[in-house]
C-alpha cells in the first residue's frame, strides 16, 4: 500500500508568478463568457469524499485518507483543491504573449486534442497567431538541430483532432533543463505547455524551478496536462486516452476470445500496456467481458499455480483468454537473468508476453493452440472517443486559464468529476497503482472467477 | 435554476426490509472475495466536493449545496450517501430466493450489460438460474397475456453485453402497481430489478410503498437501475448509456458538417435525444468540434435571432452546423398551436428538428441547401462503449449487492466517482437540468462563439 | 426488362481529339513503369460473359445479350470495350496541360478519392500543380460569381481520402453548357474531369458534344467517372461508393432489428437511397440477414397484400424488419394526388419511408411499436471502405491515362471486373435496374421468404 | 510467370454423382423461386475476357490466356466454366439428406456466414434439421474424440454471421482420408462441405476421389467452398474475407503511419498475411494511401537497396511506413540458415517482420525510431464487411445448390463477376499470385513511388 504524506495544508496550493506580473481585467466580456461564467480564484473542491467504518472495509487499508478515482491508492493529503477554470482577473497581456507547446513521451490517445484546445484558448484570449509556437519531438525539440519549431495557427490545428498521435511529434528520453530555459529566454516565452507523462511532468516541474532559481528575469509560466494511457497519475480520475485505449484494448481482447473458441484447446494471450500499474489491463478484461485470467503488476503470481489454472480452465471451457499487463510478472522474467536498468536508470521490461507465450507452449505442447496478441502500437495512435475528446478540451482550456491566471508548476486535471489545478511535484510523487484490496480489482477477480495465484 | 430541499440528515439513508428478514453471513469466501472485499454497512460518500468563493462563481448560483457531477443542477442534501457494495451479512438465503429482471421505457445502451450483470451476479450468490425470470416488454409484462415471462441463466445472457437493445423487451407507458404486487405475492418473489427511467423508476417507488402498505406479508424487495439516455437523472455523476449516445451522436454531426460543407452554403441539422435536458446535445456538440449552433431545452432561443446568427455564420463559413435537442424552442412550436398533453400528462413535443428545417428553409429559400439528420434511433440501438460496459456491470452488481442486503426502494449510483446506493425517491423528484451558468455550458459556448440568442 | 441497342460494332469504340493533337512518348520511364507497364491501345475486354442454356434460365429474360454485373439488365452490345490504363504514346505535353476536376449531384462516398487520384496522376505525369483546378460547387461553379475555383496540389488533396464528402463541394441542377465552354475556352482547358450522376456524366457529354461543334479550335478532352451511390450506371460492374454505403446502410437495419425485437409487436422501418433501382436496398438487406421485407423501385407491391403479410410475420416472429427504397411504391404514394414533376422535369418523389409509416400506424394501431429511420444523410457522408478507396483510386488515374491518350467524351468503369473506357453516351442511355427474376433478387426473395407482393 | 495447362476442353466440366443417383424435381416452388429462378444446367460463363494487342502489353506476359481477377496469373484454360445456382432438376431426396459441415485450416472473417447459409439453404430444401451435422476442428473432428460433432440448426446458426471466428472450430494440418470416408459410410452422409484452403481443398478433393475408389456404395457428393485469406486461389476473382482482411490490415497501416509521423524518423512496419501471394499487403498498401515500401512474396529485394531506398525516404519526408507480407524476403531471412520445412513439407517461414525491424534498427541505429506492428490474429478474427457477408451466402447458397444438383469434387466460385463452380482439382494447382508486371502492381508501385530493389 502507498501512502504518500503531504504537507499540513487545508488547501493544495498551486505556486505562482503573479508577484512578478501585472493584473489586468480578462478579455472575456458579458457576451461570451458573462458573470457566472468565472471561476472564484478561492472556490475549492473537496479531495476527501470518503469514509470508512473499519479498515476492514474494501479499499480502506490505508485509514480514512483520500482515495483517487475508486480506491485504488491512498494518500495523505490536504482537505481541498483549487477549481480550474477562467479567473476575472489575468496576468499576462493576451497580445504580447509567445507561448510554446511541447508533447513528450510515447503516444496516447488525446495529444492532438489537448495542443488543438490550448492554441484555441490562446486564441481567444486574444495571443496572435504567430505568437504560438509548437516544439518538435519531444522536449529535446527546444533545443536540438534539425527540427525547428513551428507556428500553430486556428487552421493548422483544425481537424487535427479527429486524428491519432501528436502534429508535432514526440520522442522519449530526458532533456537538459537548462538548454530549455535559455530558449525559454532566448524566444521570449511566457507560457510552456508540456503535454507528457511522469518524465515530461518531472522535467515539466524542473523548468518551474529552474526559472525560479534563476537570478535573471525570465517571467515564463509552466503549465503540464498530465499524459499517461497506463492511467498511472496520483490524484487524478482518469488520465486522458485512458477509455480510448481501453475501448481500443478490448478489442484486441475479444479478437483473442475469436481465436481461442476457435481452436481446440484454444489460448489467447493479449499483452497491453502497463508498466507499473494495471489499470488498461484490469478495466479491458472487465469491459470484454472474455477475459479468463488478468495478470497486472501490483499483484505477483506463482508460475506453477498459473499454469494449473489455465489446465483447468481449458479442461472445463475448452479454451482460455489471458490479459496481461507488460509490466505484470517481471520477476519471473528476470529469473532468467535478462534484467537490468536503461541509461536512464529504468529497469528493462522483459516482454512477459513471449515470455507467457513460450512458457505456455513449453508447458501445454501440442494440448493448446496459442494465439499471442500485442495491440499496443494499435491502441496508442487511434483518435480519442467522445468523451477522451472532451476531457481533453477542457484539459486543456484549463491549462490555458491557470497559466493566464498566473499559476506555474501546476498542472490540470479532473478529481472526483471536477477539474481543479495541481502541483505537479504532488502528483509525480510515484504512480498510482490499482489497489489489491479495493473493489475495482474484487469486482474483476469476481466477474472473472479469478483465484490467488500467488 | 432548480432547487431540491431534502430532511436535514446527515446521510442520505436508504429504506430496508431487514426488520422482516433474517441476517446471515455473505456466501462470498476469503477465496473470492476475502477481507476488505466486504463494503461496510457505514461507509460513506461524501455528496458535497464543491465550496464556491462567491455567489459569481461559475456554477455557484444557488449557494454551496451540493452539484452533481459538473455544476449542472444545485441540490440542497445531506452530506453523505451510502457505499454501494456486497456486505458481509446478507438477508437472503440465496438458494430460496426468487427474483424478476424487468427493463422499461425507451432504448438505451447498456439494458443488456445490466440485465446480464444482475443475473451473474445472482448466480454468483448462489440464486437457482430457475429462479430468476426476465419479464417482457416492461412492467405490463407483470401481468399482460402473451408474454410471458422467460428463465434467465448464465447462458441464455452470455454474450448480450455486444448487441444493443433489450433482450427483455421493453415498452413505455404506465403500469398497474397492484397487479405487479399481486405478481409478486403469487409467484414468491424476493426482489424486483427495474431498470428504468424516471417512469420505471417511479413505478418502482410506488410498487415498494405498495408493498409496505400491505397487510399481508410480502417480503421482497425493489432495486432500481437508473436509466436515462438523457441524462438527466438527478445526483447521478452521468446515466450508463450517455457516453455510448454521445459517441455516437456526434457521428451524425460530423456526418452534418461533411454535408455542410459540401454543400454551396450548406446548412446541416441533426437533431438529438434530451426533452427536458440538453446534455447529449451539449456533450456531443462539445465532442464533435463542428457545431456551430447548439440549441437546448433549459435556455430558451428568439426565433429571429437564430436566423440572423445562423444567416451571419453561413456568410461567414460557407456553411452551418445546428445540433438540437429534441426539447429545445418548444415554446416556438407550440406557438404554432399544436400543442396538449398525452393521456399520461406529459407535454406531447412538436418536433423542433422539422420546425427548424422548414422554418430555415422558409428563411434562405435557395440562399441555403439544408440537410437534416434524425439519428434517435439508431443512437438508442448500439452496443456500449467500453466505460458504459463496466459502469452497467457495477450497476448491475450492486443493485444485486444491495438487495441482498436487505435494502429496498434504492438505486444503485455513481457520484463524484463513488458508487453509492440512494433513495429512488429522491431522484425522481425532478429531472436534472443543464445550469445555463455552469462551467460546461460556458465551455460550449465559448468553443463555438455562441451568443445570447434569446 | 430494360433492352438497349448499340451500333453493329465489335467494339464499343470511344471518341478521340487525337486527330488535333500531337503525338509524344508517355513521359513514364522504365523504372517507374516499365515495359509491360503500358496498356495497348488494341487491348480489349468482353463484355459478353454469360451464355444461357435458354430463355428460362434466371436472368436470360432477353436472351444471350450482354449482362452487366450480376445478370441486373440485359443490353444488347458489341463484343469487346478497350482497355483502360496508362499508353506508351499520349497526346499533351504535360508541362503544358491545364486541367479542371469538377464534382456534381448528391453526395457519394468517394468523391474526395477520386478527386485525389486526378491531382496525384496529373502531377505524376508532369502536369504542374499550379494547372490544376477545382471547380467549387458543381458545374455551375465554371461560371457563378462567388465561388472561385481553387487551385489543386498534391498537399490540398492529401489525406483527403479519410474524408467523407468533397473537398470541392458539390450541386445539383441544371447547367449552362455554353457558359462552361466558353470558361474551357477563356482559360486553356486542355482536359476536364467530370466526377457525376446521370446527370453529371449527360452534362460531359454535352460539353463534349459542344466542344466538338464549334468551329473554333477548342481542344479540351472531356472525361467522366460514374458516380452514383443507387449503383444504377449501366454496364458497370459496381459503382465507387456502392459497398461503402451497403456497409453504412445496413448498420441500420441492424439497428432496426434492435428496436423492432425489443418492442412488442416492434415494427422496424428504414428507408434506402434508390430512385428507380433497389440495388442499395437490395445488397443491404442481403448483408445485414435481418430484413423480413424489402421493397424495390422495380416490383410494385399491392398495399394490402403488404399490410397483410408484415402482420403474419408480426404474428409469427413478434417484430419485423422493412427495408424500402426511396423510389419503391410511388404509385401508392401518388394515388393520393401529391405528385408532379420538376423544374427539371423530374418525377418529384413521394416520401414512401413517411407514407408506409403511416400507412402501418393507421392499419395496426397499438398492435405494433413502428421505429421509422432514414439514415441516407449519414450513409452518403461517411469515408470510403478500402475495396471503394482502392477503386476510386484506379478511376481516378484511369480517368487521366484516358485524357493524356486523347480520348474524350469517355468514362473509366470496371466491367466484368476489368478496368474499360467507355463513351459516356451510351451509359446514360437509362438507369441500370434491378432484374426482377434475375438471381440477386431471386436469393434475396428466397433468403427473407419474401412472396410475391403485387 | 505461372502456366497451368487444362485438357483441351471447351467448358471446365464437374465431375458428377448423378449416375448413382435418382433425379426429381427440385422442391423450390413457383412462389419461391419461380420461372427463370432456376439455373440452366448448359447455362455458362465465359473464363476468357480479356485480349491483348501484343506481348508487350501490362499483364499479357504469358498471351492471350486467361487472367483470373485483374491480370495476376495467367492460365491456359477452357473458354466455359458452368454456372452456379439451383436446377429444377435434384439428385437428393431432401427430407432423406445427412449433411455434414467442416471449416479448416487458419480463420478467416466469413467462415460462420458460409456455414450459416449452408444450414440456412439445407433447410430451405427441407432437409431435417437434426440430419445436418457440424464438424469440430477441421477434419480432425471426423474421427478425434473428445469433440463430437454438433446438429446445426436454423437457431443455433442463427446471428452468426455478425461473428468472427468459426462456431465449429478449425484446426491446421493432414487428415486421415481413409478415416473419414469410413465415417461418412458410418453416418450416411450424402453431402460433405469443407470449407477451408488448399489444403482442406485437397482434403476435398482426396475425399471425393477415394470416394469414388471405393467399391462399397457411398453416394456421397464433396462441394468445397475456398477459403484463402491471402486470396491465393487460382480462378477466382476474389477469395472470402478477403476485403474485410484488407479493410482491418489498412487501419493498421493507418496506425503505423501515426506511429512514424509522430516520431523523429520514425519507421512503421507493419508484416500483414501472405505466405505465397502479396495481395493482402499489396491491396492494404493501395487502399490505406499512406505506404512507402512494400515487399511481396513475388517480388525479391535486395537488403542494401532497401536499407538505401528507406533511408532517403526518412531524409526526404522525415517518416517511413513499410508494409512487409510474412512470405517475401524468405532467401534474406533464410541466408541465416534458419530455415527448413515442418513435418507436412511446407516451407516453414521465417519471421520476416522481426528480421526487418531488427535489421533496420542494426543499421539505422538511433538514426531510427522504430514501431513494429504485427495485426494477424487481429484480422483473422473480425466479422465480415457487407460485401463478404453477401459474398459468403451466395457462395454457401452455391455450393448446396450444386450438391443437390449432383456434382461432386467441386466448388463454389466468382469468376469474372458470375458465380460459378469448378473442379477442386483445377484450383488447387498452385497459388494464385501477384503478376510482377501486372497493371496492380504497377498501379502500387507508381502510386508509392517504389522502385525496383532486387
Not at 475508486?70 to 499576462?92: H, K, Q, V
Not at 534563476?214 to 498511472?232: F, L
Request: hydrophobic content about 40%.
Amino acid at each position: 500500500m502507498q501512502t504518500f504524506v503531504c504537507p499540513d495544508l487545508d488547501i493544495l496550493e498551486v505556486k505562482t508568478l503573479r508577484h512578478k506580473l501585472t493584473p489586468r481585467p480578462s478579455p472575456f466580456t458579458k457576451d461570451n463568457n458573462a458573470g457566472a461564467g468565472f471561476v472564484g480564484d478561492k472556490d475549492r473542491i473537496r479531495l476527501h469524499t470518503v469514509e470508512y467504518e473499519s479498515e476492514l472495509s474494501s479499499g480502506a487499508a490505508c485509514g480514512n485518507g483520500v482515495v483517487s478515482g475508486e480506491d485504488d491508492t491512498c494518500l495523505m493529503l490536504p482537505e481541498w483543491a483549487i477549481r480550474s477554470g477562467p479567473r476575472d482577473t489575468i496576468y499576462f497581456e493576451p497580445s504580447q504573449v509567445t507561448a510554446a507547446i511541447v508533447t513528450c513521451g510515447g503516444l496516447c490517445p488525446g495529444l492532438n486534442d489537448v495542443v488543438q484546445n490550448i492554441v484555441f484558448t490562446l486564441t481567444d484570449y486574444g495571443v496572435p497567431e504567430d505568437q504560438i509556437i509548437g516544439i518538435r519531438y519531444g522536449l529535446a525539440g527546444f533545443y536540438n538541430k534539425g527540427a525547428k519549431p513551428v507556428t500553430l495557427t486556428r487552421q493548422t490545428v483544425d481537424g487535427i483532432h479527429l486524428k491519432g498521435g501528436t502534429m508535432l511529434g514526440t520522442s522519449r528520453g530526458g532533456a537538459n533543463i537548462e538548454e530549455i530555459v535559455r530558449r525559454i529566454d532566448l524566444w521570449g516565452l511566457d507560457m510552456v505547455f508540456v503535454v507528457g507523462g511522469n518524465g515530461g511532468n518531472a522535467a515539466a516541474n524542473a523548468i518551474q524551478e529552474e526559472i525560479a532559481r534563476q537570478a535573471r528575469d525570465v517571467k515564463c509560466v509552466v503549465a503540464g496536462v498530465p499524459k499517461s494511457i497506463d492511467n498511472d497519475i496520483l490524484l487524478i480520475d482518469k488520465c486522458f486516452g485512458f477509455d480510448t485505449a481501453v475501448e481500443e484494448a478490448q478489442r484486441a481482447l475479444l479478437a483473442a476470445k475469436v481465436e481461442a473458441a476457435s481452436g481446440r484447446r484454444g489460448l489467447g494471450i493479449v499483452k497491453l500496456m502497463g508498466r507499473n500499474s494495471g489499470f488498461i489491463a484490469m478495466e479491458a478484461s472487465m469491459a470484454s467481458g472474455v477475459v479468463d485470467v488478468c495478470l497486472i503488476p501490483e499483484i505477483k503470481f506463482d508460475q506453477k499455480k498459473l499454469l494449473a489454472h489455465v489446465g483447468s480452465i481449458l479442461d472445463r471451457k475448452g479454451h482460455c483468454v489471458i490479459c496481461v499487463a507488460e509490466g505484470a510478472g517481471q520477476d519471473l522474467v528476470n529469473q532468467e537473468g535478462k534484467g537490468g536498468t536503461d541509461a536512464s536508470g529504468n529497469a528493462i521490461l522483459k516482454d512477459i508476453g513471449v515470455f507467457l507465450r513460450d512458457t505456455l507452449k513449453g508447458h501445454f505442447k501440442d494440448q493448446a493452440d496459442i494465439k499471442y496478441i500485442d495491440p499496443s502500437y494499435l491502441i496508442r495512435s487511434i483518435p480519442t472517443t467522445s468523451n477522451d475528446r472532451i476531457y481533453c478540451k477542457v484539459l486543456g482550456q484549463g491549462a490555458v486559464h491557470g497559466a493566464f491566471s498566473g499559476y506555474t508548476g501546476f498542472t490540470a486535471g479532473l478529481v472526483n468529476t471536477h477539474y481543479v489545478y495541481l502541483p505537479i511535484e504532488t502528483i509525480i510523487q510515484a504512480p498510482r497503482k490499482v489497489n489489491p484490496t479495493g473493489r475495482r480489482w474484487n469486482r474483476l477477480k469476481t466477474a472473472i472467477n479469478q483465484p490467488d495465484l500467488h
